[in-house]
T-cell receptor, first 114, second 114 residues
Framework: ETGVTQTPRHLVMGMTNKKSLKCEQHLGHNAMYWYKQSAKKPLELMFVYNFKEQTENNSVPSRFSPECPNSSHLFLHLHTLQPEDSALYLC?????????????FGPGTRLTVT | AQSVTQLDSHVSVSEGTPVLLRCNYSSSYSPSLFWYVQHPNKGLQLLLKYTSAATLVKGINGFEAEFKKSETSFHLTKPSAHMSDAAEYFCVVSARAAGNKLTFGGGTRVLVKP
């Protein structure tokens, strides 16, 4: 596998379920990100990890819990979600956190909360 | 603070005709600028980036963009549209003093007519 992979690609869950999204990057990058993409809204940065340490949490509700066990893997644990959390969740990675480093995105997980 | 405005939410072109996607940015600092493309049900793919070198930047698939500091613009062009160019395009700004965060524009959806 190359680039950034995400699983599952689609997920339907009830508001009381617990599920996890997985992201893996095969690029040797040191920084990883979670974004939320909702219809008619710009991409929203949720979390940033650099060398496995969380460096940003953009006021994300605690029902979203990230985990970064190593520089290649990133998880987003979901618990007690709301219907408005339905969106495309994108994972990205970059070589580092400098402003000129482009980010490489995975295909996303389409989440539907019922 | 930094922001990005994509001036057209939708652009419709005929195959073989030029494409112009307009982007204006606001940044108090020397920014890096990017254009990404997102095809349906796919993640974002980098088309090109500007990082204070040449002001005319060439990207993949025949796209190019020109950085104009005096106009705070970074418009994306392609001389001849192809059916495969139908997608959503995002203009993105990043600056060190803004924490190296990517700030995304609202996107421009391109329709290519045969």
């Amino acid at each position: 596998e190359t680039g950034v992979t995400q699983t599952p690609r689609h997920l339907v869950m009830g508001m009381t379920n617990k599920k996890s999204l997985k992201c893996e990057q095969h690029l040797g990058h040191n920084a990883m990100y979670w974004y939320k993409q909702s219809a008619k809204k710009p991409l929203e940065l949720m979390f940033v990890y650099n060398f496995k340490e969380q460096t940003e949490n953009n006021s994300v509700p605690s029902r979203f819990s990230p985990e970064c066990p190593n520089s290649s893997h990133l998880f987003l644990h979901l618990h007690t979600l709301q219907p408005e959390d339905s969106a495309l969740y994108l994972c990205a990675s970059s070589q580092g956190r400098q402003e000129n480093y482009e980010q490489y995105f995975g295909p996303g997980t389409r989440l539907t909360v019922t | 603070a930094q922001s990005v405005t994509q001036l057209d939410s939708h652009v419709s072109v005929s195959e073989g005709t030029p494409v112009l996607l307009r982007c204006n940015y606001s940044s108090s600092y020397s920014p890096s600028l990017f254009w990404y493309v997102q095809h349906p049900n796919k993640g974002l793919q980098l088309l090109l980036k500007y990082t204070s070198a040449a002001t005319l930047v060439k990207g993949i698939n025949g796209f190019e963009a020109e950085f104009k500091k005096s106009e705070t613009s970074f418009h994306l062009t392609k001389p001849s549209a192809h059916m495969s160019d139908a997608a959503e395009y995002f203009c993105v700004v990043s600056a060190r003093a803004a924490g190296n965060k990517l700030t995304f524009g609202g996107g421009t959806r391109v329709l290519v007519k045969p």
